[in-house]
């Protein structure tokens, strides 16, 4: 359950960076998402670029999705982290500020019993310089942003063939 849940929030996270025209990764290409659809049938890049030094280049290929530009410079936007179990947000924090020194910013995502423990962790010495770039969604709120982007996506594509 677990498992299933991980990999379907970290697919409409792709599925988000899709909607709003970023290049998507994940970490869990194989991974199933819904439908038989593996992860890595909806996400855009195989692979990161190769945006900075081999060491975070290597970090980052573990964070669990990652919204890249399209245009310009092929660097990280957008990180979203998936915490179903409350012992990884430490390595979530961890992960995601490997990219600190990037105009980048950072999603948790997790069920609404993590939030006290996000915010309490944020104000550590450790992370609270970089508060103001991460935010916590849970999971009602990522599938409610999900749903309102999938039915904009569906009525652009019908008017527009976007």
């Not at 997790?110 to 962790?121: D, I």
């Not at 970089?130 to 935010?135: G, N, S, Y």
């Amino acid at each position: 359950e677990k498992i299933r849940m991980h990999s379907y929030i970290e697919g409409i996270c792709i599925e988000l960076g899709n909607f709003n025209n970023y290049l998507t990764y994940t970490a869990d290409p194989s991974a199933t998402y819904r439908d038989n659809l593996r992860l890595s049938d909806v996400a855009t890049m195989p692979d990161i670029p190769s945006f900075s030094y081999n060491e975070i280049i290597h970090e980052a290929r573990n964070i669990d999705v990652i919204w890249f530009n399209k245009k310009g410079y092929r660097v990280p936007k957008l990180v979203f982290e998936v915490v179903d179990s409350i012992g990884t947000l430490n390595g979530a924090f961890n992960r995601s500020l490997q990219l600190k020194n990037f105009m980048t910013d950072f999603i948790i995502v997790g069920p609404e019993k993590h939030r006290n423990k996000y915010e309490h962790t944020i104000e550590l010495d450790v992370y609270s310089s970089q508060k103001d770039r991460f935010k916590f969604i849970n999971y009602d709120e990522i599938s409610d942003w999900y749903e309102s982007a999938s039915k904009k996506n569906e009525i652009e594509t019908k008017l527009f063939g976007l």
